[in-house]
């Protein structure tokens, strides 16, 4: 697998993008595996599960990349407006032990989550965001595959799935929002990684959240490939 990206950002430019995507594919899950797998499983969850947000997500982000052929919902072309997100973030960096979000080598539950919301909003707390953001990535960095396991030992395996999924997910997002390829390369690293433990699932809230993650990050290969 292709090292990682330097430290200082590596924002979109004609110069750097061809040598990225050749290398980072190299042994890599291919755009042709990514669509094959996803189109296949929520092909099969949604016969056999009630719609969901987070199956919504992945239809509405499957119409966008354009492997499904359907109109997207009105309420999927809506922003929720409620201050319900937000504040549910704010409280989460209030009860942040000295404002940390990784201890002793443990990321804080809900990180992946509520910084997604906190990066959306660009608030009061973008700086906290921000060195956030980095925090988590070179966490990701250093540790590798040994990452998706740095969480809390009482959450259980589906609940460790989900906080790591949300972290590749903000990932995703904060390399279109930023035009950073550091965070793009990092979601692809995870999604790899994560690919054995999901092969075979056809079912539950955390293959579910693999399908949201590894449509972002088509997202954001096509985005940051224009």
Known sequence: MPGWCEDSKMKRNPSNLLSFFTAQFDGSLTHAD??????????????KELATGDLEMVKKN?????????????HLQKQDQSQKPSLEAIGWVNNLENGKIIKQGIITKGAGHC????????????????RALESLLRHVEIKRKK????????????????EGLSISILFSRAARRHADLRFLNATLKM?????PKFRSKVGGKPIIYYLVALTEQELSVAELLK
């Open 115 to 130: 910084l997604d919301i906190l990066d959306e909003i660009q608030g009061n707390l973008k700086d906290f965001t921000a």
């Open 34 to 47: 990514v669509k094959h797998f996803v189109l296949k499983k929520y092909d099969a969850i949604k016969k």
């Open 191 to 195: 999604n790899d990684w994560y690919f």
């Open 147 to 162: 990452a998706l396991q740095t969480f809390s030992q009482d959450l259980s395996a589906d609940n460790m799935f989900i």
């Open 62 to 74: 499957l119409i966008i990349l354009g492997w499904i052929d359907e109109t997207k919902p009105d």
